[in-house]
């Protein structure tokens, strides 16, 4: 995305301009979703976005509460509407009443997911083994809406399986922030930290991955760009690529910036994955399980002194080892379904695509398989049981992406953004004055100085290095091999329980999150010094 920038304006106009769905949908609120899909979208990565909208409102009727999200895609871009149905002098009830119903999730949180969890690993497997190639073109219609439809189940469970950890998490936060009103704003939630074993678990493999790929002989066939397969002459050859396959089949539906079903994932392209060991063998980082017991460790320590604070009050005492028991048991997953379904769903739903793209650029619909990005998901069903020549309106479309690729949307579109309280996970954007000084949230601790790196897409992974301040608009568990190697972390949006906030945390990343405009204030090599406890982050 370039400078070419939209006015901040709430309705179409000669610079971006659109149709409402609905001529009410001009009344509401509507916000750029930039934390998980900040760039241009292709038609089926805009179909993605919005059943992940649908998802949301499984969770709304499962608790019978009046409130649900909607999604629109205006010139590519994902906007997402929090409405609700009910009189102004009721509103504040129904807000107590779903305060209630999410509370009431946390001690049914742990047995669900575990049930849930058997669920999803059946509804990705029955997706990835789909016999595309050579199923009757009618038949895999049929398995295409199927497939879309478990998808959408995943998004349910998504979005059902967050309320528990996430009031858990809340609960704790205020409890510990009523006793210690100076902590700093990120203090309460690492009473948490090292407990997601599926972040260790990755680094710890990149980590062996790394071992394996330092010695000379294969150090020297990856550099020189040898395929994976032809490394079976190669010193160490074998046992590398025994492990990276073993690594993939684990973890390889990881490596997506974001909820666009444009990124591949790490089993697709190996090579974005290959391109970060080289670092990791120049700067090896501190062992995961390591770094894990010694964040178990200061969360304890953190624990212990709220327990002296409270010494002589026998049921705060109480009450704060039954909230802090609770988010330890299912708070991780407000981290751990990101891995499991966020990244798992788009992984699967992408090399399903891409396989149908195949099928239809076979049939003549089009070129090439990522053609089929450019097609919405009801008129690749239609191709399917009658292929027709699409060629022309795939490039028209591709075009149209081109262009508004260069534009920055407004951030609001329909009625303005009405002041609301700030929540832990979308946080809270505060202007600074001075134009050296970028605010946001402080949400992993830590004070660092660095040159910055702005990471927009996947092909900038590779120019962050050991010591770099990587500045972006979110991150989510693929970033961990840049976690291990940089020096700090600044994003554009998010609070302190964002993805980036909490995968930051687990790695002792010092970060700034919710700055709002951070990737556009701050270039490629200047020095920054942020502080992960303040949320100041000062210029060079």
């Known amino acids: 995305m370039t400078d070419v920038t939209v006015p901040e304006v709430l309705g179409p106009t000669a610079e971006f301009p659109f149709e409402w769905g609905d001529p009410s949908d001009a009344g509401k609120t ?17 179909d993605y976005a919005l059943m992940i909208v649908q998802g949301d409102r499984y969770s709304q009727r499962r608790l019978d509460l009046p409130f649900e999200f909607r999604g629109q895609v205006f010139n590519g871009y994902v ?28 001690p049914l949180a742990a047995d669900y997911w575990r049930k849930a969890l058997v669920e999803l690993q059946e509804m990705f497997g029955w997706i990835a083994r789909l016999p595309v190639e050579s199923l009757p073109l ?30 858990s998490l809340d609960v704790l936060a205020d409890l510990y922030e009523s ?5 700093p704003s990120g203090e309460a939630l690492r009473l948490t930290q090292g407990t997601i074993h599926e972040l260790t ?65 790490w089993a697709e392209e190996p090579s974005r994955l290959l391109s970060e060991l080289s670092k990791r063998i120049e700067h090896p980082p501190e062992p995961a399980r390591v770094r894990a017991e010694r964040l178990r460790a200061e969360a304890e320590a953190l624990a212990d002194a709220f327990r002296a604070r409270v010494a002589d009050d026998p049921a705060k005492l109480a009450e704060f080892e039954r909230a802090l028991a609770d988010a330890r048991e299912i708070g991780h997953l407000t981290e751990t379904h990101n891995y499991w379904i966020d990244r798992l769903c788009q992984a699967r739903l992408r090399a399903l695509a891409f396989r149908v793209g195949a099928r239809l650029a076979q049939a003549g ?10 097609l919405h998901r009801d008129e690749i069903t239609a191709l399917l049981r009658r292929p027709e020549d699409r060629q ?20 609001v579109l329909g009625a303005p953004k009405r002041n609301e309280e700030p929540n832990r996970f979308g946080g809270d954007t505060t202007k600074s004055k001075d134009d050296r000084v970028i605010r946001g949230t402080g949400a992993s601790g830590g004070v660092v100085r660095g040159p910055a790196r702005v990471v927009l897409g996947p092909d900038d992974f590779a120019k962050v290095g050991p010591g770099d301040v ?15 190697i940089a020096a700090g972390l600044v994003t554009n949006t998010g609070g302190v329980l964002s993805h980036a906030a909490v995968v930051a945390r687990e790695f002792a990343l010092p970060a700034v999150v919710g700055t709002g405009d951070a990737t556009r204030r701050i270039t490629d090599g200047q020095i920054v010094e942020l502080d992960g406890t303040t949320g100041v982050v000062r210029l060079a």
């Open 201 to 265: 678990a990755v680094d710890d493999g990149l980590t062996r991955l790394a071992v394996l790929a330092s010695n000379d002989a294969l150090a020297a066939a990856l550099s020189g760009g040898r395929g994976l397969e032809n490394l079976a002459d190669v010193q160490g050859g074998p046992a590398f690529v025994e492990e990276l396959s073993a690594f993939l089949d684990r973890h390889g539906h990881l490596g997506q910036n974001w909820d666009d079903l444009a990124l591949p994932s």
């Open 138 to 167: 009618d038949e895999l219609a049929d398995a295409w809406d199927a497939a879309w439809e478990r998808a959408l189940r995943a998004w349910e469970i998504h979005f059902y399986i967050i309320i528990g950890p996430y009031e």
């Open 30 to 46: 509507w916000e750029w979703d930039d934390m998980h899909m900040p760039t241009c979208v292709a038609p089926l990565a805009g």
């Open 179 to 183: 006793v210690m009103p100076d902590a």
């Open 79 to 106: 906007y997402y509407v929090s409405r609700h149905d009910v009189p102004a002098d009721e509103l504040e009830a129904s807000r107590a009443r779903a305060s209630a119903a999410f509370r009431e999730q946390i």
């Open 470 to 484: 990587i500045i972006a608009p979110s991150s989510n568990p693929s970033w961990v091999p840049l976690f291990t």
């Open 392 to 411: 022309g309106l795939v490039a028209s479309r591709r075009a149209d992406r081109a262009r508004w690729s260069l534009v920055r949307p407004p951030s």
């Open 365 to 374: 619909v089009f070129a090439q398989p990522d053609d089929v990005l450019y």
